[in-house]
């Protein structure tokens, strides 16, 4: 599975969840409910393409008209640490880092990087990763580092 897939599943399964499920409900069964969810089906595929491998304004763009429609209120979004290993959670880091914080905590930070807690301490201690003047770590440093461990720039550093 591809990480595009990965994510159009993801996508999916939030529209399905926080959108399609209530309209359902309100529209009790109406025949568009079925129409608007194949739509946004498509559309989630076309989305995580755009997210996973498009220019980066065009992913910008797409993740917050996501983030936006999915989490209403902007101070409401604070995901779980969880939620930064999904694909979805895995995207934003790359693409964009966090929506609304310039730092998070070590646990936040582990999450992003798929590493532990103590893992990121131990990347701080040796001089691999900065913490963040007010704590935690930068997420700008969390996002470079993903980057440079993807293209293989810091392999000897894992």
Do not use: C
Request: charged share 25%; proline share 6%; net charge neutral.
């Amino acid at each position: 599975m591809t990480k595009s897939d990965a994510l159009a599943e993801q996508i999916i399964r939030l529209l399905e969840t926080r959108l399609i499920d209530p309209l359902e409900i309100l529209l009790d069964g109406d025949a568009g409910v079925g129409q608007v969810r194949e739509r946004l089906h498509r559309r989630a595929l076309d989305w995580a393409t755009v997210i996973v491998h498009g220019s980066r304004p065009e992913a910008v763009h797409t993740i917050a008209r996501l983030i936006a429609t999915l989490h209403t209120d902007a101070h409401a979004f604070a995901p779980p640490v969880e939620w930064w290993r999904t694909p979805l959670g895995q995207a934003v880091v790359r693409r964009i880092g966090h929506p609304f914080a310039q730092s998070v905590s070590y646990a936040t930070a582990g999450a992003m990087l798929g590493i532990t807690r103590q893992g990121v301490h131990d990347l701080i201690r040796r001089g691999r990763l900065p913490r963040h003047p007010d704590g935690g770590v930068p997420v700008s440093a969390v996002q470079q580092r993903l980057l440079e461990t993807e293209s293989g720039q810091d392999e000897e550093n894992q």
